[in-house]
Structure formats: structure tokens, C-alpha cells
């Protein structure tokens, strides 16, 4: 499995269309997350099945802990989610890349 990630509007998408084109992708995992927390399922547990079921694939998923923190409780509560989910799929993932300007940079294993 692997890990893309990076800011928002970093070509993320872009990047894994060239050099993950042969792998399924799930892309704004962090949309995912909002929705999975909107409907009450845990995000972590969640996480965890979508890995074990999924090793062939590409996640994709904003870096949204780098700004201001929320005071609004749900939007900290969703931002801690992605946090904690973001660790796990790195955790588990062959591969983790950020992806800043359009470069990503392996910061676990190769591309």
C-alpha cells in the first residue's frame, strides 16, 4: 500500500496519476473521514479494515494538521481523526510520499 499526502492543491492526485497509474486509488481520504464521523462509524476502525483489504492501492489524503486549531470541538475532533488515521495507514504503508508543488519526496521507502 501506499501513502500519498501533502497540502492542499499540491498535486497530489496529479502525482499518483503518473507514478501509481496501475493502482486502485482512494483519493481525499480526509473527505472520507468527515463522512464516516458524520455518520457515527469510527474512522480509526474503518481505517484499519480499508488497509487489511486493501494492499494494491494508493491512499490520498490532505495534511490538515499543520494550520490553526479549530475551536469549533467537531472540526478538532475531525482534524485529530485525520491525524491519528493518517499515522496509521503511514504505519502500515510500503510507501509514504508528501507531495509539495506538484514533488513528492518518499519519506518512507522508494518511489
Not at 59 to 64: L, N, Q, T
Request: charged letters at 25%; a negative charge.
Amino acid at each position: 500500500m501506499i501513502f500519498v499526502t501533502g497540502g492542499a492543491y499540491q498535486g497530489k492526485t496529479d502525482f499518483t496519476m503518473k507514478y501509481f497509474k496501475n493502482y486502485d486509488i482512494i483519493n481525499k481520504y480526509h473527505i472520507i473521514i468527515s463522512n464516516l464521523i458524520s455518520e457515527n462509524i469510527d474512522p480509526i476502525e474503518y481505517t484499519e479494515n480499508i488497509i487489511s483489504e486493501n494492499k494494491h492501492t494508493v491512499i490520498i489524503m490532505d495534511e490538515i494538521g499543520c494550520g490553526i486549531v479549530p475551536v469549533d470541538h467537531e472540526e478538532r475532533f475531525w482534524r485529530e481523526m485525520c491525524g491519528k488515521c493518517g499515522c496509521i495507514i503511514a504505519g502500515k504503508a510500503d510507501i509514504v510520499v508528501r507531495v509539495t508543488c506538484g514533488i513528492g519526496t518518499a519519506i518512507k521507502g522508494e518511489i
